[in-house]
């Protein structure tokens, strides 16, 4: 079975501000949407970063980065 696509595409062109990425990245999981983040991010994504700013649910965030 094929995941349907989301309703909405969000972009977000070369973020700086990781705590707006966070707040949107939430939004984005609350409306089923995908969150496209275009290079180059001024934050870190790694693990330790996102665990170290509670950002638990980024894992159900359909993300893409380009």
């Not at 909405?8 to 939430?26: K, S």
Request: hydrophobic fraction near 35%; glycine fraction near 8%; aromatic fraction near 10%.
């Amino acid at each position: 079975m094929t995941e349907p696509s989301p309703t909405f595409e969000v972009v977000l062109y070369q973020p700086e501000i990781p705590q707006n990425a966070g707040n949107i990245g939430r939004t984005c999981v609350g409306c089923d949407a995908r969150l496209w983040m275009v290079r180059p991010l001024g934050f870190q994504l790694d693990e330790r970063s996102l665990r170290r700013a509670g950002l638990d649910y980024w894992k159900h965030l359909n993300l893409e980065i380009c």
